[in-house]
């Protein structure tokens, strides 16, 4: 009767221990978005700002802000471009622009 007994305790709690592990593993499910390029077409327009240039591409059917640590985006201000770059939040940080006609 003692073997039995033990034995249900025993089972009690490795499987108590079992469903702790187990929920500790499906809350770390990662909500990181993965770095997808992007591929925008329109006119890049300087946005008047505090002291610096902001940028914004106007497309046919959205207005998205840019932003490039390495790219000079002056010289394209008034020009249809496309320009590929990934998102971080809701701003597009380019990492290339190619003049389209």
């Known amino acids: 009767m003692k ?3 033990f034995g249900l305790v025993l089972l009690i709690v490795v499987g108590f221990g079992g469903y702790l592990f187990l929920s500790k593993q499906s809350a770390t499910v990662s909500t990181a978005t993965p770095n997808i390029n992007v591929s925008l077409a329109g006119t890049i327009i300087s946005v008047s700002g505090n002291s610096e ?3 914004e591409l106007h497309g046919v059917d959205r207005v998205t802000s840019l932003n490039s640590s390495h790219l000079d985006l002056i010289s394209y201000i008034n020009k249809k471009v496309t320009v ?4 971080s939040g809701t701003t597009l940080f380019v990492d290339s622009v190619t003049e389209t006609p």
């Open 3 to 5: 073997a039995i007994l």
């Open 53 to 55: 240039y902001s940028f």
């Open 84 to 87: 590929v770059g990934q998102y």
